[in-house]
């Protein structure tokens, strides 16, 4: 090697500061993504645990009878419809909004997002509790499709705004009607978000337990919960066929081809279509959607409120500590969620080798863990091997955390893949330090990323009830836990307070999002597997 | 003083070689252009220089400091490398100013900004965040940044490729300009071989990895080492030819050779002669070629006409016009050339 040196470099002093090549490049945020991934898949491990100590006696006893059987299909059929449901509703509201001269469209696109802040529980309750005769699939399936079409429309109209419009003209000037060029064109663009939104609908139709209880439709996730309070090995054997069941969905995603996501900037916005003589029913649908997901079930929980003050004293004692403890929960969980979060984001930023993008893959597979079932490993792994940690609030941030990490870390995902790594190659080239670096230019190109995956996750903690039900101390209460209790012994008025909190409290994070979507340059997707 | 010392640098990504065997010496002071086509390697040997990437083996070496040898390598941020990537890639969230003042001590930033502001020509555009800044004012602010820290070498990365023509031109002037009165070493990538010619003190020609050629735009354009080279900067003819002595037979007749001093065999060459070099004229004329015009291509100025020669070899020629000429297709004329052409004896 020497001799191929010129003289001047032989001359030169012992070359000061030569740096073993290669270590630290990246590398330590692999083996940190890595423990994160082994933390987030250790409820798989524990579930596996649980079943194999229940015995094959016990899972043989309980899967193989035809109740199973009855379980499955109410679970697939309900999945299916609500889908359907969100997909339909979810794009055609999206095409409203950004492809169609709607009046007052920032309004409407904050307003057709706020349904998520509205618990399916309390949305389950306002039907049940205003048409007692409602219950079963058709409740079920209206009521979810209410509650979670959102998840479809956010991802369709942030792909709809970022697909360029001069594909669609193109297909104009080759001839192509408008119903054809949707057909052909526009839908094949979005695919993979509708796709993707489908896939967080159907997970959440599968784990979701309190609108079912309420509507009194048996899923496999019902199941599972009331079989805890009896037999929780059983339970721990139900619980093998629903993860399957969300592996499965979450596997859709992974197998559809995501070709027609090509990120390019949009050149100029889309050519919007004037409603004309379709005004007057597109509003008419729009308002008769918002007055279903938002008004109706608000306003029955306001008419419960008022009943109560003129009947019963209002239970509204612990209204203040259940709020105080759903915050601090949900403020715990969604920042243990993002930071958890951002060194996976990170593993693929410098380089995106294969295993790489492996390992950032395997992390969305809380996705499809129930609340249910994380709960129910975390319980299992506590009076196991940690009896100290057994009824403590420490247990349910790391459920709200090991749940949520997905959403946190599609949130970051697309930061990161707007802040081009080139960005910190010339922060070094200036002489700052690696540490620096990420501080002063990585970080707060992610800021908003990590700021909107908190707001999200933070949504979905406050309104969860299932892994809050099984994990809250015993004397704990949160508004969740709270409006479940009351509601249950069928206080409608005294459940009340604690739902319009629960929709407060989420409404503001929904709101940062709806906007924050809506500006366009955050544009999260779900990374398919 | 800051030469850049480039020795039998390799790199591969996988299986893909991109840089094979690069030998470059880049003169203290001096600007050098790296000329290729897409692909052929320019900018991983920017990245290379600047420490982002890590070299398989060779060595890359700054007034004789060592930087990476193929087995251990100085970090980017202490190699004291200014780095104008692309499209500038500005910090979005950071003004024109923040922008400039990164590299530098908290105290010195203000003092040390501004005068780099007044030096880029950006005076008063301070407070202005990238997207509120044109194109071509981006990449002045991503000038002014890389030069801040006060660099023994800058690497340009493609500067100008997002901007349009006429403001290409003056950016590049203007940038030169700057570039010598900071008395940097600076090397420059592009696939443009006017920019090259017009700005560089040196090019070297990049292809599949390898440094094909190396010199000043004029000995480069009037004197290639090889075909090759002579085909990547500017329009080449190549004709074949008959060497006899200093002078060579071919399709346009007896041309006197530029021979440098060597001595080269007789026998069959080829030759080199650019558009300039060949004369159209519309009549017959003593030792000119008739020729069929294939086609005019017009430039405004002047234009580009392709003609075949009436000769068994059936060679076209590309010959620089006038632009007020008009040729028809299919049109007769008379092909002449004025020496001395360039030979290399097969």
């Known amino acids: ?529 | 003083m800051s030469t850049i010392e480039l020795l039998g640098v390799c790199k591969s990504f996988g299986a893909t070689r991109v840089l094979s065997d690069v030998e470059l010496t880049v003169p203290a002071g001096s600007i050098t252009a790296v000329l290729g086509a897409s692909g052929s390697g320019k900018t991983t040997m920017l990245r290379l220089i600047a420490g982002f990437e890590q070299l398989d083996s060779g060595s890359i070496a700054i007034a004789g400091r060592l930087l990476d040898d193929g087995q251990r390598s100085v970090r980017p941020q202490q190699r004291g490398v200014g780095y104008v990537p692309q499209d500038g890639a500005l910090f979005p969230h950071l003004t024109a100013l923040g922008n400039i003042g990164f590299g530098l001590a908290r105290k010195d930033r203000e003092r040390a900004t501004r005068r780099l502001l007044e030096l880029v020509g950006l005076e008063g555009l301070e407070r202005r965040y990238p997207h509120e800044l044109s194109g071509g004012q981006q990449q002045r602010v991503a000038l002014a940044r890389a030069l801040a820290i006060e660099p023994s070498v800058v690497l340009l990365d493609e500067p100008f490729s997002s901007l349009d023509a006429s403001l290409r031109a003056e950016l590049g002037r203007d940038v030169a300009r700057i570039l010598r009165a900071a008395a940097t070493t600076s090397v420059l990538v592009t696939h443009d071989q006017n920019e090259a010619l017009a700005l560089a003190d040196q090019i070297a020609v990049l292809e599949d990895g390898r440094v094909v050629a190396r010199d000043d735009p004029r000995s480069l354009y009037r004197d290639p080492p090889d075909l090759l080279a002579a085909g990547s900067i500017g329009e080449a003819n190549v004709l074949m030819g008959e060497r006899h002595g200093a002078r060579a037979r071919c399709a346009l007749g007896d041309i006197a050779l530029r021979t440098n001093g060597h001595r080269q065999p007789d026998g069959p060459a080829r030759l080199l002669l650019r558009p300039e070099q060949l004369t159209l004229h519309l009549q017959a004329t003593a030792e000119a070629t008739r020729a069929t015009v294939l086609e005019l291509r017009y430039h405004g100025h002047d234009g580009l006409a392709h003609v075949v020669l009436e000769h068994p070899n059936r060679e076209t020629v590309l010959a620089r016009v006038s632009g007020e000429l008009v040729l028809e297709r299919g049109q007769e004329v008379w092909v002449q050339a004025s020496g001395p052409a360039h030979a290399w004896t097969n």
Not at chain 1, 315 to 336: E, R
């Open chain 1, 1 to 529: 090697m020497s001799e191929a040196l010129t003289p001047s470099i032989l001359a030169a002093p012992a070359s000061q500061k030569l740096r073993r090549r290669r270590v630290g490049r990246g590398r330590a945020v692999v083996l940190l993504g890595l423990c994160i991934a082994v933390f987030l898949l250790s409820p798989l491990a524990l579930l596996a645990i649980d079943a194999h100590s229940a015995g094959w006696g016990e899972i043989h006893h309980v899967l193989f009878r035809a109740r199973s059987y009855l379980l499955l299909r109410h679970t697939v059929v309900l999945t299916l419809l609500v889908a359907a449901f969100a997909a339909t509703l979810g794009v055609a509201t999206a095409w409203c909004t950004e492809r169609t001269r709607l009046p007052a469209r920032r309004v409407w696109t904050v307003l057709l997002v706020l349904p998520i802040a509205i618990p399916d529980d309390v949305v389950g309750y306002a039907w049940h509790t205003t048409f007692p005769g409602m219950s079963g699939l058709m409740a079920a399936t209206l009521v979810m499709t209410l509650g979670t079409y959102p998840l479809v429309y956010l991802p369709v109209a942030a792909a709809l705004r970022r697909s360029d419009p001069a594909m669609q003209d193109t297909a104009y000037s080759l001839g192509a009607g408008r119903l054809r060029t949707f057909l052909r064109i526009t839908l094949p663009l979005i695919r993979t978000a509708v796709m993707g939104g489908c896939v967080l609908v159907a997970l959440t139709t599968i784990s979701e337990y309190g609108t079912f209880e309420i509507v009194r439709y048996q899923t496999f996730t019902t199941e599972v919960f009331t079989e805890f309070q009896f037999n929780s090995r059983a339970a721990s054997a139900l619980s093998v066929p629903l993860v399957c069941l969300a592996l499965l969905v979450l596997a859709v995603d992974g197998i559809v081809p995501s070709r027609a996501a090509t990120r390019i900037a949009p050149s100029r916005a889309a050519v919007r279509a004037r409603l004309r003589w379709l005004l007057a029913p597109t509003l008419g649908a729009l308002m008769t959607l918002v007055a279903f997901a938002i008004v109706f079930p608000i306003g029955i929980v306001v008419y419960w409120m008022a009943q109560s003050q003129h009947t019963t004293l209002p239970a509204a004692a612990t209204l203040g500590q259940a709020t105080w403890n759903s915050l601090i929960y949900s403020v715990l969980g969604a920042s243990a969620a993002v930071v958890l979060a951002l060194p996976v984001a990170l593993v693929s930023f410098r380089r995106s080798t294969r295993p790489r993008r492996m390992l950032q893959s395997g992390t969305y597979i809380p996705l499809a863990l129930p609340g249910v079932v994380v709960a129910l490993s975390l319980v299992f792994f506590a009076t196991r091997y940690a009896y100290s940690l057994y009824q403590t609030s420490f247990l349910l941030i790391v459920a709200y955390a090991i749940m949520h990490f997905p959403l946190a870390l599609v949130c970051i995902r697309a930061s990161a893949a707007q802040a081009p790594a080139r960005l910190a190659d010339v922060g070094l080239s200036l002489g700052r330090g690696p540490f620096v670096v990420f501080m002063r230019v990585t970080l707060p190109q992610l800021l908003p990323g990590i700021l909107a995956g908190f707001c999200l996750v933070f949504l979905f903690a406050v309104t969860e009830l299932t892994a809050t039900l099984l994990l809250a101390p015993i004397g704990v209460q949160t508004l969740a836990t709270q409006f479940w209790a009351y509601q249950s012994e069928v206080s409608y008025g005294a459940a009340a307070p604690y739902a319009l909190m629960i929709i407060v409290l989420a409404a503001l994070p929904a709101v940062v999002l709806a906007l924050w979507f809506d500006r366009g340059r955050f544009q999260p997707q779900l990374a398919p597997l």
